[in-house]
């Protein structure tokens, strides 16, 4: 929702400051630019990634448009979650838990974190890691290192997405200056059709400038901010489901897991010692 809402403001303000400076809208319409900075910047796009690459590019922007965000609701339900799944470990054994594992979409415990359910990263992280422990032949110091290899492997494998597109806004200025390079080529060749004609032309080149640059920095730019905080967020929750299963198959007991788990939340989201205790009694208030 914020991701356009911002376009529609930075459009908005770029076209209301242009007018109200008495500016001519027709004269932005400059489809050769468009043409000119949009295609170079998808051909050196094509000719620094590879397709497996290019495919996860594409992939990602349609989350530029779903929120990573998870609020303190988000996190209260999945430490409940898990602290109710290991009180019946505790009481009955692992393999009492088995079901839920296998099948998270149709466990009454592990159903009731929604966010937790629609994540299908998180669910299947969760999942093939209590698989390991489950098993019984790997000790936490080592299924901690497991766990780590695998966030470590999310992360490596999602900031190529990032900085390539992080690199192609920083391309559009630059990309903007040729366009305009051409223009006052093109400009250049007729400047003996009067001094009207040849201004037109100069501000067409110049509208290749301004693209560039509003490409880069209103854009492009933000989009691949937007991604970078998205995964530091994903990261964030795999983290916290990271240490609430190594602090159990530790030893220590689930609401200590699970305290455990609410430190590596970060401050806005996490929800107080307090806040925690009170929702896992059932009380919301």
């Not at 019984?136 to 492997?153: A, Y």
């Not at 880069?216 to 995964?231: D, H, I, K, R």
């Amino acid at each position: 929702m914020f991701v356009i809402i911002g376009i529609v403001v930075v459009i908005a303000a770029v076209i209301g400051g242009f007018t109200m400076a008495h500016g001519n809208l027709v004269l932005l319409i400059q489809p050769s630019e468009f043409v000119t900075i949009i295609g170079a910047a998808l051909g050196s796009l094509l000719i620094s990634s590879p397709l497996s690459l290019l495919k996860k590019i594409f992939k990602s922007i349609p989350q530029l448009f779903k929120s990573e965000h998870y609020s303190k609701q988000d996190y209260l339900e999945l430490l409940k979650a898990f602290n109710d799944l290991f009180l019946v470990a505790q009481r009955d054994g692992l393999l009492a838990i088995e079901k839920h594992i296998e099948n998270p979409q149709e466990s009454d415990i592990l159903s009731k974190s929604k966010k937790f359910l629609g994540n299908d990263l998180a669910k299947t992280f969760f999942s093939d890691t209590m698989k390991v422990m489950l098993s019984g032949g790997v000790p936490p110091h080592e299924l901690e290192g497991l766990i780590d290899t695998e966030i470590e492997t999310v992360e490596v494998e999602s900031k190529p997405v990032i900085n390539a597109i992080s690199k192609v806004g920083d391309s559009f200025p630059g990309l903007g200056i040729v366009a305009a390079v051409l223009g006052i080529i093109v400009t250049m060749s007729s400047i003996d059709k009067g001094a009207a004609y040849v201004g037109m032309h100069v501000a067409a080149a110049l509208v290749g400038t301004f693209l560039g640059v509003l490409i880069a920095y209103g854009f492009v730019g933000p989009m691949s901010t937007n991604l970078e905080v998205g995964l530091e967020h994903k990261i964030r929750y795999l983290l916290t489901i990271k240490t609430c299963i190594v602090a159990y198959a530790k030893g220590n007991p689930p609401i200590i897991a699970v305290e455990m788990a609410r430190r590596t939340i970060f401050s806005d989201e996490r929800p107080t010692f307090s806040e925690l205790e009170n929702y896992m009694r059932g009380k919301t208030e």
